[in-house]
């Protein structure tokens, strides 16, 4: 099924690069940065961008763990959270940490030109295919950044369309995955499949054998770790992503939510090694 | 097949206000506020904030003929991007114009909520069906505000996805159409339908008859606009967007570019009134 393999993947792609980060620390952890207002600890809150503050202390507490950092980009979408993330961003590359931009972001033609820009800082995307090949364009030709092509995901209501059934057969998400791998003319594509429903990514592995997974729903979601590595790395390569499970695990800690974080990445690290 | 009519929608919702406004200037005209930063007027580009300056006097120019304003969030997605779009959604507001933020957006739980607060400021937005019903919940719950759900798009892959044919018969924006009228509690769900596909349009319609459209690709991108408005208006409410066929119909024109803007709205509604 598969049109490309690792071996397309140049020596300045993304998937190098995440190849490099995840064997010099040995670990496929994605630390998802929702510094959700709510939740950002008091003693912070009096910083001029309390989200920028927070990251800071997780990505030193959490980044010798950290194959890469996935901010999403619902939790910096006004004026400061723009600066909060472009901060966050530039400081996890002081780290030598790349960065995945959960945006889920797809519009038509000259629309996503725009939207494509947000990979100027980022080192990879997150995109959403409902609108089709051309929507995704600007970032497929990014050649050095990788696109994460959400496929199946972890929500309670991600089966509403990706599980339709189709007239070939297949389910709407089997084509998703289909298509993504004809997009991967650059070796820069990925899937998104949630651990939530373990059989789902292994069918989807055993269909497209060479894209990396980024798969969600390890931690606060309770998804399937075993399945999450065994399915989610493509040689060897992939992400296993916790948000709230490492950034809030130290909530009710005061000043040492960012050690306790730090704890909690390294754990998730050892559970998924178990299965590498 | 609907389980809504437009008796659902109360007198505080973004439908009713909408067909207020469309009554009271007799136009279904959207504007698409898409400020291109390489199309903005030279003389413009010294100001604090280009896109706003530029907006600011489209908007001046056009709000006559214009039942909404929509600026797509592609063209705000930076630190000063998103000033430039609060003071361009007041300012709309202050000329009695409702603001349809096209953003496409859609995420898990937790994250589309925070995705949800961009309708504190705008009036309605645009939102992606791929990750199902509770990631849409968020806004839909916003009785007060309008919830355009991407249906059949205009560009050129829209149908890579979109018209994909279901083991039911069913093509998935047809599903997508059936769902989003399941999904109309509130009465505030309308559907993105693009110009493009005249007989998509017509088959959407007869299937919902009762929710309003937005019917994109009626300027620059050469769609139907007789299809537009028969199909695209359930009991005299939708809208047909033009974005740059307006706001860069006088960009060689220097400093008469807003005029001329103008001229093309009132154009377009002209056009437009024709089979209303």
């Known amino acids: 099924m598969s049109t490309s ?25 994605s630390v998802g940065l929702d510094p959700d207002p709510a939740r950002i600890p ?20 959490t980044h010798e763990h950290a194959a890469c950092y996935k901010p999403n980009a619902a939790f910096y979408e006004d004026g400061d959270g723009w600066r909060a993330l472009r901060e966050t961003i530039a400081y996890a590359h002081g780290k030598d940490v790349p960065v995945l931009l959960d945006a889920k972001r797809a519009d038509i033609g000259n629309t996503s030109r725009q939207y494509a820009h947000l990979l100027d800082h980022a080192d990879a ?11 995704l364009e600007p970032f497929l030709s990014r050649a050095d950044k990788g696109v994460f ?7 309670p ?14 389910r709407v998400y089997e084509r998703v995955a289909a298509l993504a791998d004809l997009w991967n003319a650059n070796g820069n594509v990925g899937l998104v499949v949630g651990a939530t429903t373990p059989d789902e ?25 075993e399945a999450a590595v065994t399915h989610g790395l493509a040689d060897g390569v992939g ?6 499970g490492i950034i809030f695990a130290g909530e009710d800690r005061g000043e040492a939510f960012a050690s306790v974080a730090g704890e909690a990445a390294k754990r998730l690290k050892k559970r998924l090694n178990q299965y590498r």
């Open 125 to 135: 995307i997150t995109v959403n295919p409902y609108l089709g090949r051309d929507s």
């Open 42 to 61: 008091d003693h912070l809150r009096e910083h001029d961008l309390p989200r920028w503050a927070f990251n800071r202390r997780i990505i030193d507490a």
């Open 157 to 170: 209501g991600g089966g509403d369309l990706q599980d339709l059934e189709l007239a070939s057969g297949d």
């Open 5 to 29: 393999s690792s071996s397309d993947v140049g020596s300045t792609g993304f998937f190098h690069r995440l190849r490099q980060r995840i064997d010099r620390i040995d670990s496929v952890v």
């Open 201 to 225: 990514l292994a069918s989807v592995r055993e269909q497209v054998p060479d894209l990396p997974f980024l798969v969600p729903g390890v931690g606060a979601q309770g998804g399937d770790a």
């Open 239 to 244: 992400l296993v992503n916790s948000s709230r």
């Open 149 to 155: 092509v959400l496929c199946r995901t972890s929500n």
